[in-house]
């Protein structure tokens, strides 16, 4: 087993160690990992991240040092420092372990804010946090609880926030199982080992974790509490600590002053106006129907008159390149509505091209199948009933021909 360093001191950024083993790549993908008697680096585990850094032989200027990209921790205790190559490195020989330290500070503001922040819960609504995630951007607890409100929400942030500003210490202690029963923890683990570590934040949170947490909780900068969402087992409550916070908050600030921008407001009238801009967006929608409507109830009154009749029917045929599907569909049905005997051929070949075919009712024809034919030359799909078909012709070379073919059988008929 690992002597794990940051145990017992999470600003450990250096340290010296021997190499026990290098476990060799176990496929094409995978990469070297070495084993080490003692490490400050935190491998994955109890929601925390691991951390990265750099590992180089004993008395070696840094222009020797391989990257540590991953660090994992086996079933025993082991822990395993990824690298992409083990370089000289031995079995035996002496390495110092340099931390990535941006990382880790990063990492124990997250953390501890979390523990803040859980605890904060509790002690408003008597809410346990029954997991934590720690992602690249955000990280999040699940709160085993069936409602949430945004009061709550602020209530618990105004108070995580009132006990980093009070830069409580927060203290490492081992304890028995024993112990730390009589203790009243926050969180008690599943009893397998017997010394238990426990991470308590003065007169305000006491929980037994693994992880690596700031010394003060004025450490952690300022906690800031953003999306909650219902999932299956509580709620989710997305936040972010300390320079994340600052980094978040930037980001939001400049969304929303692009979004202002864009609508030539302020960043707190944008909801006011993306609302109004809405309406805005369906009156002219609501409108242009109108419009169109209109248009095609005049143009299919001036086609029917200046359309003869052969056979007692009048057939129809009309190609529009400025026109879509919505449109030739509108012209159809207003056509057919307004004349009993008359049979359309409609396309429009603005962007996607398309086809409608419609009767009047009663008429004879099967426009489903008039449709499967024009298509079997064109390409495309489309289909319909008796009475009206629509189809997308895989281009819109040739359609005029078709539909001309189609119109003369029809007459013939
Ligand atoms: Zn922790």
Not at 46 to 66: C, H, M, N, R, Y
Not at 268 to 273: E, G, I, K, S, Y
């Amino acid at each position: 087993m690992t002597e794990h360093l940051y145990y017992h001191d999470s600003f450990l950024y250096e340290f010296e160690a021997e190499v026990i083993d290098i476990v060799p790549p176990q496929n094409t993908e995978s990469r070297p990992a070495v084993i080490l008697d003692r490490t400050a680096f935190y491998p994955t585990s109890g929601g925390q991240v691991f951390d990265t850094g750099w590992i180089l032989p004993a008395g070696s200027d840094e222009s020797s040092k391989l990257r540590v990209s991953e660090v994992a921790e086996n079933d025993d205790g082991t822990i395993l420092h990824y690298v992409e190559s083990s370089g000289q490195m031995q079995k035996g020989s002496r390495v110092r372990g340099l931390l990535d330290v941006e990382r880790r500070r990063d990492h124990m503001q997250q953390h501890s804010g979390q523990h803040v922040l859980s605890a904060a819960f509790v002690r408003l609504f008597q809410i346990p946090t029954v997991s934590f995630h720690m992602g690249a951007d955000y990280c999040s607890i699940d709160l085993d609880t069936r409602t949430l409100t945004p009061q709550q929400v602020e209530a618990a942030e105004n108070l995580a926030n009132e006990v980093v500003l009070e830069n409580r210490p927060v203290e490492i202690r081992f304890v028995t199982q024993e112990e730390a029963r009589e203790l009243g923890l926050r969180k008690l683990p599943p009893a397998e080992r017997d010394k238990l570590r426990l991470i308590d934040i003065r007169d305000f949170d006491l929980t037994a974790c693994g992880g690596t947490h700031v010394a003060s909780t004025g450490q952690i900068g300022c906690i800031l509490l953003r999306k909650t969402e219902k999932v299956r087992q509580g709620w989710r409550v997305e936040f972010v600590c300390g320079k994340r916070a600052g980094a978040t908050a930037r980001r939001d600030y400049a969304t929303l002053a692009e979004a202002a921008g864009l609508l030539s407001s302020h960043i707190w009238d944008v909801p006011q106006q993306m609302q109004k801009a809405q309406e805005e967006l369906r009156a002219s929608r609501k409108s242009r129907e109108h419009l169109l409507e209109d248009i095609a109830e005049l143009h299919a009154a001036r086609i029917l008159a200046g359309t003869p009749e052969s056979g007692g029917r009048k057939v129809i045929i009309g190609a529009f390149p400025d026109r879509d599907l919505t449109f030739i569909k509108l012209l159809a049905q207003k056509i057919t509505r307004q004349s009993a005997n008359a049979i359309v051929l409609l396309a429009a070949t603005e962007g996607q091209p398309a086809l409608v075919f419609a009767q009047s009712p009663g008429q004879p024809f099967d426009m489903g199948a008039l449709m499967k034919q024009a298509l079997a030359q064109l390409g495309g799909r489309g289909g319909g009933s008796k009475d009206m078909a629509q189809g997308g012709p895989a281009q819109s070379d040739g359609i005029e021909a078709v539909l001309t073919e189609l119109a003369t059988r029809l007459r013939q008929s």
